[in-house]
């Protein structure tokens, strides 16, 4: 059974960091362009960032530009967001997401709506 499991949720103050982790059962992960995104009450989910299948290609919104970093290790089917200089605004349940994608290994996406897996989420609270 394909499944992707978060973690590395937390509450921590303005400016500082963590790093989300996601890990996948029963994926071939270098076949799938692979995305975190972000959910808050009344809102859509967003897409925060992606990575493509050769992991040389990344896209990132522009709210977390510059203070967000994704990552994969495929060898050990593991993604990655380290997020550094936290802010209350980044508040939110983060969702990580795989799309299937064979064809062009530079392919990165933030659209919701083309990944079909998604993990359960993990909740991030900056304040203080």
């Known amino acids: 059974q394909q499944q992707l499991v978060e973690s590395g949720g937390g509450l921590v103050q303005p400016g500082e960091s963590l790093r989300l982790s996601c890990k996948a059962s029963?994926?071939?992960?270098?076949?799938?362009?692979l995305g975190w995104f972000r959910q808050t009450p009344g809102h859509e989910r967003e897409g925060v960032a992606s990575i493509s299948t050769s992991g040389h290609s990344t896209i990132y919104a522009d709210s977390v530009k510059g203070r967000f970093t994704i990552s994969r290790d495929n060898a050990n089917n593991t993604l990655y967001l380290h997020m550094n200089n936290l802010k209350p605004e980044d508040t939110a349940v983060y969702y990580c997401?795989?799309?299937?994608?064979?064809?062009?290994?530079?392919?990165?996406?933030?659209?919701?709506?083309?990944?079909?897996?998604w993990g359960q989420g993990t909740q991030v609270t900056v304040s203080g």
């Open positions: 997401a795989a799309l299937f994608h064979i064809w062009d290994q530079e392919r990165t996406s933030l659209l919701p709506d083309q990944y079909g897996y």
């Open positions: 029963a994926f071939m992960l270098h076949y799938y362009i």
